[in-house]
């Protein structure tokens, strides 16, 4: 009787754990940027399937995304297109970062029409002729902007490219102008060429490392998080080799 009961009780708290997670209310908000939204999703999905634990998205530029998490304080995780972005929440809010890891990588390059029927060379001077219509992203918005500022200044032609072409918001809407026709060639995340969406629509050409440079993606955890524990434990998820290959699918990392 004795050995009975206490296998009852062994059996109840090795389940407890689970039945106390299972009725607690959990909700994690991420502020990702646009060109990383399909892996995370992915891994999300994995997530909640495993934790019970929902996940909500706040998508958009990456500069748009770091004031809002700033004004509104609900974040749980941060993603931006580049560590730029959490190298200046780092400095210039100490503290507002409790873990970090890399997820993947972003590199950016040229991206025309499928086929380039145009001829465009894979090179920064084709931006600057005025046989073709460019379009670039804001560098006050979002990541490929501020990526695009950096890659024309060190090229030197950034001033000539601001002068004829048209600015937009982000990587998704830089590529719906080059599939509508309405631009010729733009700087884009490589990624976003590879995508079942896109590949039949745009190619991408690739710019030399020496001006286009690999950006870290950086995923991390915030301070102002609500649910560190279930935070960390996306991290930790998403910086495994399952994440790694979620990455990978989307062009995001070697």
Known sequence: ?????????????????????????????????????????????????????????????????????????????????????IQKLESEHPGAIVDKSQVGYNQAAILVKKGNPQKIPAALSALT??????????????????????????????????????????????????????ADVSINWYAVSTWQENADHVDGLRIDEKFAHKNKLILAVLADSKNPDQAKAFLALAASEKGHALFKKYGLAD
């Open 1 to 85: 009787m004795i050995k009975k009961l206490t296998c009852s009780l062994i059996a109840f708290f090795v389940f407890l754990p689970t039945l106390v997670l299972a009725d607690t209310p959990c909700k994690l908000v991420i502020y990702c940027g646009i060109t990383m939204v399909k892996p995370m999703v992915e891994i999300s999905e994995a997530f909640e399937k495993d934790t019970g634990c929902q996940v909500q998205f706040v998508k958009g530029g990456s500069g748009k995304l770091l004031s809002l998490l700033l004004e509104h304080k609900n974040g749980d995780l941060f993603l931006p297109g580049s560590d730029s972005y």
């Open 129 to 182: 002729d005025d046989r073709f219509a460019v379009i670039i992203g804001s560098a006050e918005r979002g990541s490929i902007g501020k990526e695009t500022k950096k890659i024309l200044t060190n090229y030197g032609n950034f001033d000539q490219v601001m002068k004829k072409a048209t600015i937009t918001l982000n990587s998704q809407s830089l590529v719906n102008a080059i599939k509508a026709g309405k």
